[in-house]
């Protein structure tokens, strides 16, 4: 079976109901960049960059910095977490990517501009899990305080992977919410288009020793589910109203 088979197959058993968002000062909304970076985004920056340009990658980043630009034009919150690694602490099972000082771990061109941001948070991040690299040493949590200071009702969760680190800070910050520990926090919402993670048929893992595949298509799609299940909404639109 072919892995457009596979994807028509998974579509059918795992539906995934999406459903159009329209935002407005109403519902204050905070937005989460996840990895938008060039070890995960831009063609050839790294082991874990894409080797050729990438559809799904692209379009991505296109929509994350179309919201970006929303959110900050109306002054609403930003909070980016950046993959970023000291040189001699690996991250299993990934070969070593986004080390901390190189162009890998920094913002994609097209969300430079997000540094000088005075509404934008970023904050770099050593583990796949962007709740728990929130972490201080003394406990407290960046992001928490983000969502606190703010008053944020609901966070929109855009970048990269759907089935990796955007799925585990989602999964996290639900659980987070759940505790009471992200109060005003009500929904945690994963924008399909705004989200994209890589592509290893397995033809080619096959190739490479150790290699898990990990078919694109079917694999942002089960990000997206498994979101779903643990209780986040899935929008595959986002308008802004008055
Ligand atoms: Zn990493």
């Not at 063609?43 to 179309?66: C, H, T, Y």
């Not at 680190?165 to 399909?192: G, H, K, Q, W």
Request: proline share 6%; glycine share 6%.
């Amino acid at each position: 079976m072919v892995s457009s088979d596979v994807f028509s197959l998974l579509k059918n058993e795992l539906p995934v109901q999406q459903d159009s968002l329209s935002l407005s000062s109403h519902l204050k909304t905070g937005l989460v960049l996840v990895d938008i970076v060039n070890g995960f985004c831009t063609v050839g920056s790294g082991n874990l960059a894409p080797q050729a340009p990438d559809k799904q990658i692209q379009g991505m980043v296109d929509e994350s910095v179309r919201l970006a630009k929303e959110f900050c034009r109306r002054d609403w919150p930003v909070y980016a977490l950046l993959d970023s690694h000291h040189p001699d602490i690996p991250e299993p099972p990934y070969p070593p990517h986004c080390i901390a000082g190189t162009e890998e771990s920094e913002l994609v061109p097209a969300l430079h501009w997000l540094e000088k941001e005075p509404n934008a948070t970023l904050r770099r991040k050593d583990c796949i899990d962007g709740f728990i690299g929130s972490l201080e040493k003394d406990g407290s949590n960046t992001f928490v305080d983000w969502v606190k200071a703010n008053e944020i009702k609901a966070v929109l969760v855009v970048g990269i992977c759907t089935d990796i680190c955007v799925l585990d800070f989602v999964c996290s910050a639900l659980s987070a919410r759940n505790r009471r520990l992200l109060t005003p926090l009500e929904d945690v919402i994963v924008y399909s288009h705004g989200c994209a993670t890589f592509d290893l048929p397995v033809h080619v893992a096959k190739n490479i020793e150790g290699a898990l595949a990990h078919p694109q298509e079917i694999m942002h799609h089960v990000g997206l589910y498994m979101a779903k299940g643990r209780g986040a909404k899935v929008v595959s639109e986002v308008s802004f109203g008055t």
